[in-house]
């Protein structure tokens, strides 16, 4: 009983490393592709980045803006109560730009975009199309995952400015509503409370996200697999993961930089 | 006659359990080649397009092609081999999220960075003789099955292989059509360059292959001539 417990956790272990690796290979091989392709193909990567960053950013838009100043508000609508009206633009650049802007930013990329890439590029690997690219002389990663890394990257950055700035609009509503403190004192309260770090810290960790976004949904997509029928467990997996991810990278972010 | 490909006990073995595998093969074929291959298992001779084709890996011998050995470590080793490769099999896909224009465009807008949509000649006159060129602008998903290889066909023979790769051009040319073929394969035999085609068609195999091979219980036989040839 002991053994098999003890070589199940060992063999689980070792294939969580391995995926790991696996992810980091990928990592690079995305990477030299970006920054050694060569000439060839640019017209084409620009041309997909820009397609990208219009269904992962502007096309989000339309939920992003109401989630952004529904979450400022409840977020200062709670910590109006809790703090006694005392420091809410320090709480809102606290809560709001440092942890739940680029989070929650990730999270509705993830829901959008992460599952169109799984099954867009797995869909590909299925019918064979990216078999196809390669007997054109084609690099597929080069085609496939480099715009997606830039696109995605790009709109999540843009995403997270959107965010932030909505939020604390949100949260200026409700302080102009509910709170006896004026407006641009709240303001005036954010605008001292943020500083260099946390806009750095909010850009890092949008970076940070757009990668491991990418990565995981073209490595999940370019993996082999032969039916169709396990489009919906590789989407599932991909989004899953990436939530995981996600969340332990903004803990390693926020640690390395406020503790 | 210097050769085009040449493989040295080359032995490849599907991944999957579909239970298909080449042992010890040795096969040259030079250019100006028309090699037919004629098998009672038709996924042996699939799969050795695909060797050929360098989308299946071998664990044992050598495939040299031009009189390069090539390196079957990374693919990306591979990529400059492949885009001198026309593979037109069963398994061929059409980029599903591009028009077919844009299929037969990709690889001068990738190389060239150019978005033309003039489609070079040879590829044109085929998408004109098999009667597509009215479908250029429509998805892949928006053809029937037969318009669907033939668009296929015009991709990989847009980009003027050195090596042709051909499945089963009776199943999806027809008869009155074939004449077509048979003129793209006197040309790639007149520049030297080499094709290896799977048929049954014994009309189309008389008029065009000067060499034929077996493939028997995953093993290549050199087979007999066609006794005459047009």
Redo the contacts between chains.
């Keep these: 009983m002991i053994d098999y417990i003890s070589g199940s956790v060992g063999r689980k272990a070792y294939s969580a490393v391995n995926y790991i690796l696996n992810l980091c290979a990928f990592s690079y091989r995305i990477l030299k592709a970006l920054f050694r392709g060569g000439?060839?193909?640019?017209?084409?990567i620009r041309r997909a980045i820009i397609d990208q960053i219009y269904y992962t950013a502007v096309q989000a838009l339309q939920i992003m803006i109401p989630i952004s100043l529904l979450v400022g508000s409840i977020m200062i609508l709670q910590f109006a109560k809790i703090t006694g009206q005392y420091d809410l633009g320090k709480t809102a650049v606290l809560i709001i730009v440092r942890e739940s802007g680029p989070i929650i930013t990730a999270f509705v990329v993830i829901l959008r975009s992460a599952t169109a890439v799984t099954v867009?590029t797995s869909?590909?690997n299925i019918?064979?199309?990216i078999?196809?690219?390669?007997?054109?002389?084609?690099?597929p990663v080069r085609?496939i995952c480099v715009p997606r890394l830039i696109g995605i990257t790009s709109a999540i950055v843009c995403l997270f400015i959107v965010f932030d700035l909505l939020s604390i609009i949100g949260g200026a509503v409700i302080v102009w509503s509910i709170t006896n403190v004026p407006v641009e004192v709240f303001l005036g309260q954010v605008g001292k409370a943020i500083t260099v770090i946390d806009i750095l810290v909010g850009i890092i960790k949008a970076l940070a996200y757009g990668f491991i976004i990418t990565v995981v949904c073209t490595y999940h997509g370019f993996v082999?697999k032969?039916r169709i029928t396990q489009l919906a467990e590789t989407v599932s997996r991909a989004s899953i993961e990436c939530f995981f991810y996600c969340i332990v990278i903004d803990i390693i972010v926020s640690a390395v930089f406020y503790l | 006659m210097s050769d085009l490909i040449k493989l040295n006990k080359y032995s490849i073995k599907s991944d999957d359990n579909g239970g298909e595998a080449l042992y010890d093969v040795n096969f040259t074929l030079r250019k100006g080649d028309i090699c037919v291959v004629r098998t009672d298992s038709l996924d042996n001779a699939h799969f050795l397009l695909r060797g050929l084709a360098t989308l299946e890996y071998p664990f044992e011998g050598s495939y040299l092609f031009k009189g390069s050995k090539l390196d079957f470590s990374d693919y990306r080793n591979l990529l400059h081999v492949k885009s001198k490769i026309g593979y037109v099999a069963s398994d061929v896909a059409l980029i599903s999220n591009m028009t077919v224009r844009e299929n037969l465009l990709l690889t001068k807008k990738y190389y060239e960075s150019t978005f033309t949509t003039h489609i070079v000649d040879k590829a044109m006159r085929m998408c004109q003789a098999f009667e597509i060129d009215d479908k250029l602008d429509v998805h892949p998903c928006d053809l029937n099955p037969l318009h669907y290889q033939i668009a296929s066909a015009a991709v990989a023979v847009s980009t003027e292989p050195e090596l042709l790769l051909l499945e089963r051009p009776e199943d999806f040319i027809p008869h009155s059509k074939m004449v077509y073929l048979n003129e793209l394969l006197d040309e790639i035999r007149d520049q030297g360059r080499g094709a290896v085609i799977l048929s049954y068609d014994r009309e189309f195999i008389r008029m065009n292959a000067n060499r034929i091979i077996t493939i028997a219980e995953g093993r290549i036989i050199e087979g007999s001539l066609p006794s005459t040839r047009v």
């Design positions: 000439e060839n193909g640019r017209a084409i867009e869909y590909m019918r064979n199309e078999e196809s690219i390669e007997m054109l002389g084609i690099d085609i082999e032969s």
